[in-house]
Each structure stands twice: as structure tokens, then as C-alpha cells.
């Protein structure tokens, strides 16, 4: 979630950063997938989530109507952001609407963060106490991250497109695109990627699809 709900999985965290340049941030790559039950999968739509951040607003007496909410069927590494703007946003990914207690999670936890900064504007409190306070008021987690199923875990595997693994300590991170790093080895530059766990520099990096 930015909310960035992120699970924190061994082997999923990006541990590799550039020689000579400014280390890239911590990449996860995590994908859910729907509840079914009864053998129908329930996906919920935009139409409930604005309808719970009007009740939300009555409660906490922010304004969050001018705050646009898209959905994108893209983020897998991600599961809801905020993001200011202007204008202001709420981005939620795809995979977290056929997923009952993760949905209302989800859009509660986002909506922590835009009501924070409507009621504060200018200040900046990421997962910080005062956002915890808000998520315990309109009733999400107040935490960043949130666990996953091996069947998530199976899915999100599923998605790897590249691996790169340190010869030196093992350590393994996967990818899901091309992203700077990944480049870098498909052009074969890969002699200034360094593994930020053990400073080694020889990869066995692989394309899995």
C-alpha cells in the first residue's frame, strides 16, 4: 500500500542497489487473489468505496469527494496508494476486489492517508502514530504491511518474469518487470549492480518468461 501494504517475504524484497549511483528503493512483488465462496468469486466495485468514504467523512469530518479513485490491473507489488496531487487520488489495485476482509482493509487504510492530509494538509505522516490513530477510527489495520497466503505467494511466483541470485550469499530477488536493475543485465552491464547484503558482485541472473 504508500499505504504501501507490502508483505515482507523473504526473497521478494529488492536487496541490490547501483555501484556509483543512488541506491534504488526496496522493491516487493506480492499478487492476491479473490475470495470464492460457494464457488462464486464476490467482487466488489468503486461505487462501494465511495459510498463507505461519505460514511467515513460524516465520522472523521473530512471531504474526501474530490478525491478521484481508479482501480489498476497493473499493481501487484502494491495494493492501494494515496497520492496528493494535485489533484488528489486513490489507487487501488485489481487484486484486492474479490477479497472481502482485504478490500474493506484496503480502502480504509488509503483512506487514513487522504483524510490525514485533507484535515492536515501540508503535513507529512506516513504509517506515523497520528495515521495510526486515524486507521483505529475508521476501522482498518493500523499497520503497513499485511500477510499472505501460500496461495498468494503461489501467485505472485507465478508472475516472476526475471530472478537475479548473489553467488556469494544466495540472497534472491524476483521481478515481475523490466525495471532499472533488470536492464541493466539484459544489456549486460550487470558488473555495477552490488548485492546490499553481502557487497558481493557476481549474479546468476535468469529469465523466467
Same mark, same amino acid.
Given at each position: 500500500m504508500n499505504f504501501h501494504v507490502l508483505q515482507k517475504?523473504?526473497?521478494?524484497? &529488492?536487496?541490490?542497489? @547501483? *555501484?556509483?549511483d543512488k541506491?534504488? +528503493?526496496?522493491?516487493?512483488? @506480492? /499478487?492476491?487473489?479473490?475470495?470464492?465462496?460457494?464457488?462464486?468469486?464476490?467482487?466488489?466495485? @468503486?461505487?462501494?468505496v465511495r459510498r463507505e468514504y461519505d460514511?467515513?467523512?460524516?465520522?472523521?469530518?473530512?471531504?474526501?469527494?474530490g478525491v478521484t479513485l481508479s482501480v489498476s490491473k497493473r499493481a501487484v507489488?502494491?495494493?492501494? /496508494?494515496? /497520492? +496528493?496531487? +494535485?489533484p488528489p487520488r486513490i489507487l487501488l &489495485?485489481?487484486? #484486492?476486489f474479490?477479497?472481502?476482509?482485504?478490500f474493506w482493509d484496503t480502502v480504509r487504510h488509503e483512506y487514513a492517508h487522504a483524510a490525514l492530509r485533507l484535515l492536515r494538509p501540508g503535513e507529512?505522516?506516513?504509517h506515523d502514530a497520528l495515521w495510526r490513530e486515524m486507521c483505529r477510527?475508521?476501522? /482498518?489495520?493500523?499497520?503497513?504491511?499485511?500477510?499472505? &497466503?501460500? *496461495? *498468494? #505467494?503461489?501467485?505472485?511466483?507465478?508472475?516472476?518474469r526475471y530472478r537475479l541470485i548473489c553467488r556469494a550469499c544466495g540472497s534472491e530477488t524476483r521481478y515481475l518487470r523490466a525495471g532499472k536493475i533488470v536492464k541493466l543485465f539484459l544489456a549486460g552491464k550487470g558488473s555495477r549492480v552490488r548485492c546490499t547484503r553481502c557487497g558481493g558482485h557476481t549474479f546468476t541472473f535468469e529469465v523466467l518468461k
Open positions: 517475504i523473504r526473497g521478494c524484497a &529488492s536487496r541490490f542497489f @547501483l *555501484q556509483n541506491a534504488l +528503493p526496496l522493491r516487493r512483488a @506480492l /499478487c492476491y487473489t479473490g475470495e470464492v465462496k460457494g464457488g462464486v468469486k464476490k467482487m466488489h466495485t @468503486l461505487e462501494e460514511r467515513l467523512d460524516a465520522l472523521t469530518g473530512a471531504d474526501t469527494r507489488r502494491r495494493l492501494g /496508494c494515496f /497520492c +496528493p496531487g +494535485p &489495485s485489481a487484486v #484486492i474479490g477479497d472481502e476482509a482485504l507529512r505522516h506516513g477510527a475508521v476501522g /482498518c489495520a493500523p499497520r503497513a504491511t499485511v500477510p499472505a &497466503s501460500e *496461495q *498468494q #505467494i503461489a501467485l505472485r511466483d507465478e508472475k516472476t
